[in-house]
């Protein structure tokens, strides 16, 4: 009888245990230190595309995208706030948030790390842009009432974000660069995007981590975000089937969706049923 007959033996649960708790321990250590899950793989992605310090920002964001706005211009003179952007976001930024400029919109952005975001926001769309940053860090308090309102609590938590949008007096557009995690996002998703006002942006970033383990992802996972995309699609023309709506969002009114590369980008309008006619001869 060798050592696991006996185990099994005398034991007949031990190993069944130790089992679990290894999954455990792996989901809490996924949970508290993302990147653990996926370790090598996350630090070879960053080391990989990292751009080189003494690089030329503007001239790679030019080059490559033909992106010399002034937001361009904003991240790539930024030197005494820490804002870290991948470069392809840029003319997507511009693209989608360019018609919100010296507006007096209500701007959410999920994340506030170090405030350099949120200073590069209020830059580019100006002084009566009415913008606001969540953090679960406490340490993020202190970037309060600089360049933005900032509010301590988690993008999980559903009374959090309703008191926020509640407190801006309504919502024009949401930038998730929170947690990353695909739990997080889909509940922020479920309770931020049906209180867009009509003509809002919601924006999902870095959504790379939807490939990643310790997200919550996987590239065949069915918890991959991207899963959900197809969903949504079916809602969107839900006129020209008989299944009816059946994504989280089935009870908003989505005028578009677009994909890019680590970003999704819902837009909130009215939608009118189909209509078709005939002119001229």
């Known amino acids: 009888m060798n050592y696991k007959e006996f185990i099994n033996l005398k034991f007949p ?145 559903l009374d959090f974000l309703s008191s926020v949008v509640a407190e801006m007096g309504g919502i024009d557009v949401v930038l998730d660069d929170g947690s990353h995690k695909m739990k997080h996002i889909v509940t922020s998703m479920k309770t931020l995007f049906p209180k867009l006002n009509n003509g809002g942006t919601y924006m999902i970033e870095d959504l790379h981590t939807a490939y990643w383990r310790g997200f919550g992802g996987g590239y065949k996972s069915k918890n991959n975000f991207f899963k959900m995309i197809p969903n949504l699609a079916d809602d969107m023309h839900s006129w020209y089937h008989s299944e009816g709506k059946k994504s989280i969002l089935a009870n908003s009114a989505i005028s578009s969706i677009h994909l890019h590369d680590s970003i999704v980008v819902l837009e909130n309008d009215i939608v009118y049923p189909p209509t078709h006619s005939r002119v001229g001869a």
């Not at 649960?13 to 899950?37: D, H, I, P, T, Y």
């Open 13 to 157: 649960n031990l190993f069944k245990v130790v089992k679990q708790f290894k999954k455990k321990m792996s989901e809490v250590l996924a949970g508290r230190f993302s990147c653990l899950a996926d370790s090598d793989g996350f630090t070879q992605y960053f080391e990989k595309y990292s751009f080189p310090k003494d690089g030329n920002i503007m001239q790679d964001l030019v080059g490559k995208f033909g992106s010399d706005g002034e937001l361009a211009e904003i991240y790539s003179s930024t030197v005494d706030s820490l804002v870290h952007k991948w470069h392809h976001y840029i003319p997507i930024y511009e693209k989608y948030f360019e018609k919100y400029r010296g507006k007096e919109i209500r701007f959410l952005e999920i994340g506030v790390s170090k405030g350099g975001s949120l200073r590069m926001w209020r830059e580019y769309l100006g002084p009566r842009a009415i913008i606001y940053g969540i953090d679960i860090d406490q340490d993020c308090i202190k970037y309060d009432g600089i360049h933005a309102k900032v509010r301590i609590g988690s993008q999980n938590d």
